[in-house]
């Protein structure tokens, strides 16, 4: 019996964090989103959304892509 090593092979890239799921449509009633008004953030700016059909405030938070060096 060998006891087999871990071999290096491929590393597994590294994933990204998923980023959370940008708002088209009301969670609530899938009526379609106004976009209200954006707040600029530090790291990320939000959204707010207003949905047309019941009229509910939701966020969206959109991260800034870094800057080009
Ligand atoms: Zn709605």
Redesign the pocket.
């Known amino acids: 019996m060998v006891a087999t090593a871990p071999r290096c092979e491929a590393e597994p890239t590294p994933a990204l964090p998923p980023a959370p799921p940008f708002l088209k449509n009301?969670p609530?009633?899938?009526?379609e989103l106004a976009l209200l008004r954006t707040i600029p953030g530090r790291a990320a700016e939000y959204w707010a959304m207003r949905?047309t059909?019941?009229?509910?405030i939701h966020l969206n938070i959109v991260e800034n892509s870094p800057p080009a060096c």
């Open positions: 009301c609530e009633c899938d009526a949905c059909g019941c009229g509910g």
